[in-house]
């Protein structure tokens, strides 16, 4: 047989059921034992002698007598109630006007080609970089087969850097081998 302690959730696995027996963890006997959460019942003038708690209103049902019929007994069903009745008013409202209600926001346009030509070159520079996901590129220019772009990185110290980088882009592909040659004419790679 095993118990669980309710005052420090301790479990037992060799306790013996016994009436007398405590906790080895806290020394709270099981039977006497309350969880540390629950409240102490009073009985007090006002409740009649009955023993009730701070949070007791929460589990025993309200006299019928003390709301009037069809007004919600908690103030979570009237708000509720309340979002719903708003919700429903508002949408309501924007038909009485007789316009829609606004539009979604639209999403970002497709990239241009040169800004996808200048994505691909960024991921082959991003290799020669010492933090590949802090570059950005920006300004890309394109003359005949060559891009030119600017590279933007952070350095060995943290602080951003910018360098310009060339790619050979031939029918939208990066062209890796003149690229690398741009790359080591530009500093990028040691001879």
Excluded at 3 to 24: L, Q, S, T
Excluded at 82 to 99: C, D, H, I, K
Aim: aromatic fraction near 8%.
């Amino acid at each position: 047989m095993h118990r669980v302690c309710v005052k420090c959730g301790d479990i037992n696995f060799r306790a013996a059921g016994d009436a007398r027996e405590a906790c080895p963890a806290c020394g709270a006997i099981y039977s006497k034992a309350r969880p540390r959460s629950a409240p102490i019942a009073k009985a007090t003038p006002e409740t009649g002698g009955r023993k009730t708690t701070a949070l007791s209103f929460l589990t025993t049902p309200a006299p019928p007598s003390s709301s009037p019929p069809g007004r919600p007994r908690s103030r979570i069903a009237a708000v509720l109630v309340g979002t719903l009745l708003a919700a429903a008013l508002g949408v309501g409202a924007w038909m009485s006007l007789g316009q829609s209600p606004p539009a979604a926001v639209a999403a970002a346009p497709e990239p241009t080609r040169i800004e996808d030509e200048a994505e691909r070159c960024l991921k082959l520079y991003a290799l020669m970089l010492r933090d590949p996901k802090s570059a950005y590129w920006s300004a890309p220019e394109k003359r005949f087969y060559i891009l030119t772009m600017t590279v933007h990185a952070t350095n060995a110290f943290g602080g951003f850097v910018q360098k310009t980088a060339r790619c050979w882009v031939e029918n939208g592909q990066i062209d890796s081998a003149h690229s690398l040659v741009f790359a080591r004419e530009d500093g990028w790679l040691k001879p």
